[in-house]
């Protein structure tokens, strides 16, 4: 699995965008980027994935760079709610199984 | 609606005793995982399961045992010989397990402490 590189933790004010980094240098052509996060003592929550487009949902965009090696979450309009664990994950094939490894994330606090 | 179910929330073990985590989904999935949290750490793939009857060694899985006697149950053992277990443990599912673009369900998870 290619291997992915958060700062471990960030602040946000209330109401202000949220831009959460990912590095992933190591990817491959058919790895897709997703992003989770985790609210303590929680399961994960799937936020979003991309392959190489830039991609946009009701929770987050997600921008992938060109050469694929990076990648940033954005929360347009962060509120308290959103202070949690947020996992940029690369999935890939091994075998006949893809599987999802998970590194120690980005711990976002929004304040007000 | 549609999820996946763990059971017990929070789980207490003596020393030398096994205990079965519960994970029951009903979203029609073939894919099944466990991971295992640490404080402050990232998951850890225990086992994990791609069709009944079958499964496969994770990244940590010694001290653990698996079965999948039916498509929409993955229960999970911590033996006596696991002798960290103290930790919280996250079941999973996806639509098959084998394709890059699959979302990764996730159930609530369970807590378990060593008295």
């Known amino acids: 699995d290619a291997k992915t590189t958060q700062p471990p933790s960030m602040d946000c004010a209330e109401g202000r965008a949220a831009n959460l980094p990912c590095n992933h240098s190591t990817i491959s052509g058919n790895e897709y980027v997703y992003w989770y996060r985790q609210i303590h003592s929680q ?3 799937y936020i979003i994935h991309g392959l190489k487009n830039n991609e946009t949902n009701e929770m987050a965009s997600l921008i992938i760079t060109e050469d694929r090696k990076s990648s940033t979450l954005i929360l347009p309009h962060a509120t308290l709610r959103d202070t949690a664990v947020y996992y940029c994950i690369v999935r890939s094939n091994t075998g006949t199984a893809s599987k999802l490894t998970f590194g120690t994330g980005t711990r976002l606090q929004v304040t007000l | 609606d549609g999820g996946i179910t ?4 929070y789980l207490f073990r003596k020393e030398g005793q096994n205990v079965t985590l519960s994970c029951e989904q009903n979203l029609n999935h073939d894919a099944m995982y466990w991971y295992r949290q640490d404080p402050g750490q990232g998951l850890r793939l225990i086992y994990y399961s791609q069709i009944v009857n079958d499964f496969q060694k994770g990244d940590i899985a010694e001290g653990y045992s698996v079965s999948r006697e039916k498509k929409e149950s993955f229960p999970l053992t911590v033996t006596s010989a696991q002798k960290n277990p103290t930790a919280f443990y996250l079941c999973a599912s996806t639509t098959t397990g084998r394709a890059t673009n699959e979302k990764l369900f996730f ?5 378990l402490s060593v008295l």
């Open chain 2, 6 to 9: 763990q059971s017990p929330k």
């Open chain 1, 43 to 45: 399961g994960p929550q």
């Open chain 2, 107 to 111: 159930g609530s998870g369970t807590q």
